[in-house]
């Protein structure tokens, strides 16, 4: 049985930074494209980042520059590095290899 199990979310300042974790069983993430989305209240689920099985991330245009996605194969893992975080990023965020999905880690970017 597959599962994503994410974590790290919370509550921080605008500005300030959250490290998202996303442990994979069942599946070894290196094998294939994993990616982060995420879905705030109201609005449509967005892709935030992937990376391939070679290591290839890709960002959507509204976090470039700010947050960096990694994988431990080791400890089969994947990571989301957020920084600079604004209200706007406030949302639910989901780990994903397209046909599996994990149940989210809420993001809450406030003062």
């Known amino acids: 049985q597959v599962q994503l199990l994410e974590s790290g979310g919370g509550l921080v300042q605008p500005g300030g930074s959250l490290r998202l974790s996303c442990a994979g069983s069942g599946i070894i993430f290196s094998r294939y494209t994993t990616g982060w989305f995420r879905q705030a209240p109201g609005k449509e689920r967005e892709l935030v980042a992937t990376?391939?099985?070679?290591?290839?991330?890709y960002y959507a245009d509204f976090v470039k520059g700010r947050f960096t996605i990694s994988r431990d194969n080791a400890e089969n893992t994947i990571f989301l590095q957020m920084k600079n975080l604004s209200p706007e990023d406030t949302a639910v965020y989901l780990c994903?290899?397209?046909?599996?999905w994990g149940q989210g880690t809420q993001v809450t970017v406030s003062s």
């Open positions: 994903s290899t397209l046909r599996y």
């Open positions: 990376l391939s099985s070679d290591d290839s991330p």
